[in-house]
C-alpha cells in the first residue's frame, strides 16, 4: 500500500509540476523561441496592420511599415495580443502581451537591474537575455509594464526574440515597436 501512495504521490506532483509551467512565465534568465511563446504563425488569424488602439486596455501603437501582427484567435475573441514576425519563418518575432490584472499575485516581476521607462503612463522595464538554443544563439529582450487607469491595472510584455547575429536589424524595429506604445492617450 506504501509503494502506492507513493507513486500517487509523484504522479500528483509531476502533474502540478506540468500545469505549473505552462500558467507560470518562465525565468528572465531562460532563453525562449517563438515556437516556444507563441502558436501563433504568419498569415494565420487575425491581422493587425498601422496604428492600433484598444480602448479596453486604453493604449495604442503603430505595428511597424511592412509588418503584420497576427493575433491567431478568432475576431470576435477578446484582444490579448499579437506577434509580428521579422522575417521568413519563424525564427525572429515581437510578441506584444496585454491583460488585465486580476490578483496582485500576478504583477509582472520587476528586476532591479531592469532599465525604466514609460510607455505613455505606463511604467515599463526592460532585460536582456543571451543562450545558445539549440545550434543557434538567440537573444531575448524582454519589456514588461504596468498601467493603473481607473480601478483597473493592465500589466503585459514585449518581447523580441531574434538570432543574436541579427540584432543589428532586429532590435530597431523593436525599439520603434516600443515608442509608438502609449498607454493612458
Known amino acids: 500500500m506504501r509503494s502506492v501512495k ?38 494565420v488569424g487575425v491581422a493587425y496592420k498601422g496604428q492600433v488602439a484598444i480602448d479596453d486596455y486604453k493604449f495604442a501603437a503603430r505595428i511597424p511599415s511592412g509588418l503584420i501582427g497576427w493575433g491567431g484567435v478568432a475576431s470576435d475573441a477578446p484582444f490579448h495580443g499579437f506577434t509580428i514576425f521579422l522575417g521568413p519563418g519563424v525564427q525572429s518575432c515581437i510578441l506584444f502581451e496585454v491583460h488585465v490584472r486580476v490578483n496582485e499575485d500576478e504583477a509582472p516581476l520587476r528586476l532591479d537591474s531592469a532599465k525604466t521607462f514609460s510607455l505613455g503612463e505606463a511604467k515599463a522595464w526592460q532585460t536582456s537575455t543571451s543562450s545558445t538554443v539549440g545550434t543557434a544563439r538567440l537573444t531575448n529582450v524582454k519589456t514588461s509594464f504596468s498601467f493603473k487607469h481607473g480601478n483597473q491595472i493592465t500589466d503585459g510584455e514585449v518581447l523580441l526574440i531574434s538570432p543574436s547575429a541579427e540584432l543589428g536589424k532586429t532590435r530597431p524595429i523593436y525599439e520603434a515597436f516600443l515608442r509608438s506604445i502609449k498607454f493612458g492617450q
Open 6 to 43: 507513493i507513486v500517487i504521490s509523484a504522479i500528483l506532483f509531476l502533474g502540478v509540476i506540468g500545469a505549473r509551467a505552462q500558467t507560470v512565465a518562465p525565468p528572465a534568465s531562460v532563453v525562449m523561441t517563438c515556437q516556444q511563446v507563441t502558436t501563433t504563425r504568419p498569415d
